[in-house]
């Protein structure tokens, strides 16, 4: 990534350079999104696209930096791991936006973020990536072919994009590639225009499902990373213009408390996804825009329900692969190999919500012992 040299402005500007930076962040965006919707016949991926980009545009002018907009990683990875319903995907968004809208007013997230230890967070990063890494297996074995191809490309654009700071689009490019090869075998799907949005109003068992399976383990994600991360990012690398975790908070919780109701999926900030755009040539919040255009042209490429069977298997099985790794390389950075190993071979065992809380109470007693082993000596 490229030092700051603090003379960034705050603006908008549309560059090559803001353009290659708008991309930076795609690999993990598509994967997750288009994975829900093959295991979820009930969700409509072009109403994700279409929430996504708008919030890309309102986030990039309301900061005027490359801020960028993510699905929730736990959302995602349990969904599709678990092939839940809208209900549950509905009622999660909204919980999780009333929680960070209410934290972000109260000033309350450094406080809230000081009581999750990294070491949890970092298992359920781990745990994270085994539950994709295990879905993944199928859809790759199911079709082996398409599978050595995505994952070559992806390879390729990896080595290109660490060596020449070449834009790594290979999610986009595979996708296309997958695309055009399902195409040409099944033929061209009928046009049909986006349908509106409509109301989706979840069951009180929606919310209880919700809150169990999908946001009690984003919460230390979407705290540590989206938010606490993610602001502690924008004042490396804009020493002037960064922004207060607290703003940050208020932004998912209305992005969620807006979209999700309508058929969006649940999103956050993320620090990674900020470092990667700006490594790439964003500096301001012209890339965002350009980055909501893409991502309009997929929720309308997408509108047709027939566009997802194009794709084949293959495809999404290497890029959950790679989502994987990206997720499952930042748990090494734990203080506690011990918490986040056994949150990780928990969410396998019996699942990330469980694992999310044996670890936190791992954690505290694990603190508690080498506070008296400091006491005692």
Avoid at 20 to 37: H, S
Avoid at 131 to 145: E, K, M, Q, V
Wanted: net charge neutral; proline share 6%.
């Amino acid at each position: 990534m490229a030092e700051s040299t603090g003379t960034e402005e705050r603006g908008i500007r549309i560059t090559l350079e803001e353009i290659a930076g708008a991309v930076g962040d795609f690999g993990t965006i598509f994967p997750i999104l288009l994975g829900v919707a093959i295991v979820c016949p009930d969700v409509n991926v072009s109403h994700f696209f279409l929430f996504l980009a708008a919030w890309f545009i309102i986030t990039g002018l309301y900061y005027r930096l490359p801020v960028p907009v993510e699905p929730m990683k736990a959302i995602g990875a349990v969904v599709i791991a678990e092939g839940l319903c809208a209900g549950e995907i509905v009622a999660s968004g909204i919980i999780v936006g009333a929680l960070f809208l209410l934290l972000g007013l109260v000033g309350g997230m450094a406080w809230i973020g000081e009581r999750i230890p990294k070491s949890v967070v970092r298992g359920v990063q781990a745990g994270l990536a085994l539950l994709l890494l295990r879905t993944s297996f199928g859809y790759i074995l199911s079709d082996a072919l398409f599978a050595a191809l995505s994952i070559g490309i992806i390879l390729l654009f990896f080595i290109a994009s660490q060596r020449f700071r070449v834009p790594d689009v290979s999610a986009l490019l595979v996708i296309l590639i997958g695309l055009a090869a399902g195409i040409a075998v099944q033929g061209m799907p009928p046009f049909r225009l986006m349908p509106l949005p409509a109301l989706i109003i979840p069951m009180p068992s929606d919310f209880l499902a919700g809150t169990w399976d999908l946001v009690l383990p984003q919460i230390p994600l979407t705290l540590g990373n989206a938010v606490l991360a993610t602001s502690l990012l924008t004042y490396d690398l804009f020493p002037k213009k960064g922004v207060d975790p607290d703003r940050l908070s208020r932004t998912i919780g209305a992005m969620n408390l807006v979209s999700t109701p309508l058929g969006g999926f649940p999103m956050c900030h993320g620090a990674g996804g900020l470092a990667a755009m700006y490594r790439f040539g964003a500096r301001t919040g012209g890339a965002n825009i350009v980055a909501g255009l893409f991502i309009l042209f997929f929720a309308v490429a997408f509108a047709p329900p027939e566009v997802l069977t194009l794709i084949p298997l293959g495809v999404f099985g290497a890029l959950l692969v790679f989502v994987a790794i990206e997720l499952g390389k930042h748990s090494v950075k734990t203080e506690s190999y011990l918490v986040t190993g056994v949150i990780a071979v928990l969410t396998l065992v019996v699942g990330l919500t469980v694992a999310f809380i044996v670890g936190m109470v791992l954690a505290f007693v694990l603190e508690r012992w080498a506070g008296r082993q400091l006491s005692g000596s």
